[in-house]
């Protein structure tokens, strides 16, 4: 365990030094900060709580940029110390390469966290500051938002994880870079949108509720949607509420998925690691 603490802190360092950390906590703060006020400056009118909007709109922030920013930092974790030398020189010491890709991990996603978790949350402490909520509406949205700070990290691990996958997978940082893009476009953009053309054409005929549901929990962004944005407090905002009513996910459920898409391609990473020559 010592080890792999060990492992996990240079990467860290190693964002430090890169400026990976100050600046991926500079973009999620000012982003979710321009999203918290602009999205709750109607609330006022209709008293809604301002942090449920938030969410709603921090959900959406994370869809997009938690799997981008994971993704850049762990797609050449593995490839890219391959090609500077330095792999080599890391296995001559006594660690144990499941080691190496454990402690990498933990690395990266201690980065995405302390982002995720200081951007949001001075984004929220900001507009609890400065934002008067009906009593105890924002009270009734503290829940929800402790889902949204867990899921988001949990996200950012998913991607990571997958970014160390592809990382064991290729011999060219450059392909790494391609093939990390690719996935993003895919899993964030390209399969709604296709899963969207299906459902249109399909007119239900085919694609039943569970078949749905399964199509839903092959995306992690797709589980992570569901999971924040189908609560009783936010559910009315995210645009969800008719695919709430429709798919039997249970929170559980998608808190499941989210954990598997984390540890089968981490699982996969360390099994391939395993095998690849240096």
């Given at each position: 365990?010592?080890?792999?603490?060990?492992?996990?802190?240079?990467?860290?360092?190693?964002?430090?030094?890169?400026?990976?950390?100050?600046?991926?906590?500079?973009?999620?703060?000012?982003?979710?900060?321009?999203?918290?006020?602009?999205?709750?400056?109607?609330?006022?009118?209709?008293?809604?709580?301002?942090?449920?909007?938030?969410?709603?709109?921090?959900?959406?922030?994370?869809?997009?940029?938690?799997?981008?920013?994971?993704?850049?930092?762990s797609h050449d974790a593995i490839v890219g110390?391959?090609?500077?030398?330095?792999?080599?020189?890391?296995?001559?010491?006594?660690?144990?390469?499941?080691?190496?890709?454990?402690?990498?991990?933990?690395?990266?996603?201690?980065?995405?966290?302390?982002?995720?978790?200081?951007?949001?949350?001075?984004?929220?402490?900001?507009?609890?500051?400065?934002?008067?909520?009906?009593?105890?509406?924002?009270?009734?949205?503290?829940?929800?938002?402790?889902?949204?700070?867990?899921?988001?990290?949990?996200?950012?691990?998913?991607?990571?994880?997958?970014?160390?996958?592809?990382?064991?997978?290729?011999?060219?940082?450059?392909?790494?870079?391609?093939?990390?893009?690719?996935?993003?476009?895919?899993?964030?953009?390209?399969?709604?949108?296709?899963?969207?053309?299906?459902?249109?054409?399909?007119?239900?005929?085919?694609?039943?509720?569970?078949?749905?549901?399964?199509?839903?929990?092959?995306?992690?962004?797709?589980?992570?949607?569901?999971?924040?944005?189908?609560?009783?407090?936010?559910?009315?905002?995210?645009?969800?509420?008719?695919?709430?009513?429709?798919?039997?996910?249970?929170?559980?459920?998608?808190?499941?998925?989210?954990?598997?898409?984390?540890?089968?391609?981490?699982?996969?990473?360390?099994?391939?690691?395993?095998?690849?020559?240096?």
């Open positions: 365990m010592l080890t792999i603490l060990i492992l996990a802190g240079k990467e860290l360092r190693d964002g430090l030094r890169n400026r990976w950390v100050l600046g991926a906590t500079l973009l999620l703060t000012v982003f979710a900060l321009t999203l918290a006020f602009l999205g709750a400056a109607p609330t006022g009118t209709v008293k809604v709580a301002p942090l449920a909007v938030t969410i709603v709109s921090l959900s959406s922030l994370s869809i997009f940029l938690l799997p981008l920013i994971a993704l850049l930092l110390e391959a090609e500077r030398g330095t792999l080599a020189l890391l296995l001559a010491y006594p660690v144990a390469r499941w080691q190496v890709v454990i402690g990498k991990f933990l690395g990266h996603v201690a980065i995405l966290a302390f982002a995720t978790l200081t951007g949001f949350g001075v984004a929220a402490a900001a507009l609890s500051a400065t934002e008067g909520a009906p009593e105890g509406a924002d009270v009734s949205a503290l829940p929800a938002f402790a889902v949204l700070l867990g899921s988001s990290v949990l996200l950012g691990a998913a991607f990571v994880a997958i970014g160390l996958l592809v990382s064991t997978l290729v011999r060219e940082r450059s392909t790494a870079g391609g093939i990390a893009i690719g996935l993003w476009l895919g899993f964030v953009l390209i399969w709604d949108m296709a899963l969207l053309g299906v459902l249109v054409t399909d007119q239900g005929r085919s694609v039943t509720g569970g078949v749905l549901d399964g199509l839903l929990l092959l995306n992690p962004t797709d589980a992570y949607r569901l999971l924040n944005l189908t609560g009783d407090n936010v559910g009315a905002f995210g645009g969800t509420a008719g695919l709430a009513r429709q798919t039997a996910l249970t929170p559980p459920a998608l808190l499941a998925a989210l954990l598997a898409w984390v540890a089968l391609p981490l699982a996969a990473a360390v099994a391939r690691f395993a095998r690849r020559p240096v």
